[in-house]
């Protein structure tokens, strides 16, 4: 019997297992990942996730197998979705904030093989009721392979991070199943991934209709995440924090960017002002990738702020309207304020700021896409407009995803038999060639006659220091037809009345664009990222409405 060493087989470095393994290799003892008070090298990382690929293979989970990871931020989600790839299945992250009526649409949709979600153990999380309401069968339950007729494809389920006597399957079964698999086993089954291959899916917002899951290879992202490295600088001295949600690219596009630079991801199993304060000045990230206005609000009015030391901080990246970006820019002196433009269906951000760009690019544009990327704008017949002129963007190249998952007649409708993707996305290509992002196409209200993007009337009303969001959407008016709503969401200690935030709009924008109504909110209903502006739409009453002439009368 021959005692010679097995040689692992090559692992292509244009795969997600592939990226984790190079990164493995030349940044070995650099820090990889920070998260629930945890923290593992690149090392350390791989060997976490060669552990739980074990695991799934022991489970039965093969290639291109569809696996679900239905848990809110930790450590384990990580750790699973790089041992998912690893055994070249396909990672559907679910949305963590989906309700039952939202899994009973995604699960069987998504032909869900294996279902890993979070247990009781996690914060304020707990799916089981309401995979239990979904599934009734599931009340009965207590493991062996599921036969469920709501959703055939769905073989198993594992809950992870719960020890409770009676449990269903949980992290106990992994650990069993991994006994009998071999490290080996899973170098040849990383082997065997091509870059071609479907490495993740992720359901779009659904803002205006059932979402649906794009397709996302691993070549295109570990491409895009390369890219990103690139316009970002990174390197292994690098270290960024990220609080936004693992089931969207907002999060696993910067990871996959730390992994190509043998930088440092830092997330957050939930994002509050408090937590968020006490890591950012324990760590000293020298990129911010908060991403969106209301994260940023919650930081720079904490009590705490002042005491945070940023002289690491490099980059910080925020999308928003200019002369917000400008205060933010006041806010962190040190950072070079990134913008950015993207969507699911692109990888998730094609475009950037770079990081030398004057600073009138810097905040009144989303940058330039990739090289190996396009843009264009179109009219509503698809022809090509001049630059400055809006339109719908187009986007072609390395980054278009592989299509939506059992939808080819939605996929042949987003993209061109030439390979443009209609964004759906209103803007225009602008000075420089970087393109800028004017709000959704659909996105708009026809206020008497004339149209106006809601992104526009939003950007105006979050120039007022104490609002830290807003969302304007149309609603009927018997005489214009349509007006503005807008919903605001204040900075902590801030007081508004809707008189205040009418004498903020009167002559510093057209009357017509003035909203009529005005409501004030504390949560949102939210998608991924995105705000559900059709629920607003719903839960809108037309009451209290504003007669705006009387503030021009009063010369308000």
Partial sequence: MSSDPVVAPPINTLTVGGTLF???????????????????????????????????????????????????????????????????????????????????????????????????????????????????????????????????????????????????????????????????????AASAVTPEDI???????????????????????????????????????????DPLPLFHMSTMLPMAACRAAGACFIGMGHFDGDSAMALLIAERPTVHYAGF???????????????????????????????????????????????????????????YSALDDPEELLYETSGAVFEGMEARIVDEDGKLVADGTPGEICLRGFGIFAGYYDDPQATASAVTPDGWLHTGDLGRIGPGGRLIYDGRLKDMLKIGGEN???????????THPDIRMAQVVGVPDDRLMEVAAAYIELNPGATMTQDDVVRHCVGAIASYKIPRYVRFVQDWPMSATKVQKFELRQAFEPVGMIDVASYTRKGA
């Fill in 22 to 188: 190079d990164a493995a290799e030349r940044f070995a003892d650099c820090d990889a990942l920070v998260y629930d008070g945890r923290r593992a090298t690149y090392a350390q990382l791989l060997e976490h996730a060669i552990d739980r690929a074990r695991g799934l293979i022991g489970l039965g989970v093969r290639p291109d197998d569809h696996v679900g990871v239905l848990m809110p931020n930790c450590w384990d989600y990580v750790v699973l979705y790089y041992a998912i790839n690893l055994i070249g299945a396909r990672a559907v992250l679910l949305n963590a904030r989906y309700r039952p009526d939202d899994l009973a649409y995604v699960i069987p949709k998504a032909k869900i093989r294996h279902l890993f979600i979070g247990g009781h153990a996690y914060r304020h999380c707990d799916y089981r009721p309401m995979l239990t309401e979904v599934f009734p069968a599931l009340a009965d339950w207590s493991g062996g392979a599921l036969a469920l007729e709501d959703s055939p494809a769905l073989h198993q389920l594992v809950e992870l991070g719960d020890p409770r006597e009676g449990a269903w399957p949980n992290d106990a079964a992994v650990d069993r199943a991994a006994v009998g698999v071999s490290r080996e086993d899973v170098l040849v």
């Fill in 293 to 351: 206005p209301t994260i940023i609000s919650a930081l720079v009015t904490h009590p705490d702020f002042d005491s945070y030391d940023q002289s690491r901080l490099r980059i910080n990246h925020v999308v928003g309207p200019p002369d917000l970006l400008r205060r933010y820019a006041g806010l962190f002196p040190g950072a070079v304020a990134v913008n950015s433009y993207g969507l699911t269906e692109a990888t998730g951000v094609p475009c």
């Fill in 452 to 462: 106006v993007a809601a992104v526009e009337l939003e950007s105006f009303l979050m």
């Fill in 199 to 241: 490495g993740m899916m992720i359901f779009s917002s659904g803002t205006t209709s059932r979402p649906k899951a794009c397709m996302l290879t691993h070549l295109s992202l570990c491409q895009m995440g390369g890219a990103v490295a690139g316009r970002f600088a990174l390197t292994p001295q690098d270290r960024l924090w």
